[in-house]
């Protein structure tokens, strides 16, 4: 079991840019796949984004393709999402998970272990 810890969430513009982290404390992290949640209110958990250990592999959805970008620091232990370009519909709680898996999965069920969320807030 790994402890995940986000941070960098706030209140930014329609356009602007925030990046958010997440540290990474317990087991080996380059044995977890990395992934990026959202859910907003009255709405079901998204996936947004997901990154493998090595090399390194990275898939979006749709929605954040092109504006978002998630990254990972093995030495660290911690994976970063830059989202740019935001919108309003961008407004979320976001959440960090963990899969101790070399495979990519969108399903939050797939996902061993989650963070408590940082909220985005994207105002118009």
């Known amino acids: 079991q790994v402890r995940l810890v986000e941070s960098g969430g706030g209140l930014v513009q329609t356009g602007g840019s925030l990046r958010i982290s997440c540290v990474v404390n317990?087991?080996?992290?380059?044995?977890?796949?990395m992934g990026w949640f959202r859910q907003a209110p009255g709405k079901e958990r998204e996936f947004v984004s997901a990154?493998?250990?090595?090399?390194?592999?990275?898939y979006y959805a749709d929605s954040v393709k092109g504006r978002f970008t998630i990254s990972r620091d093995n030495v660290k232990n911690t994976v970063y999402l830059q989202m740019n370009n935001l919108k309003p519909e961008d407004t979320a709680v976001y959440y960090c998970?963990?899969?101790?898996?070399?495979?990519?999965?969108?399903?939050?069920?797939?996902?061993?272990?989650w963070g408590q969320g940082t909220q985005v807030t994207v105002s118009s």
């Open positions: 998970a963990a899969r101790r898996n070399y495979i990519i999965s969108t399903r939050a069920p797939q996902y061993d272990s």
């Open positions: 317990g087991r080996t992290f380059s044995d977890y796949t």
């Open positions: 990154i493998t250990s090595s090399p390194g592999t990275t």
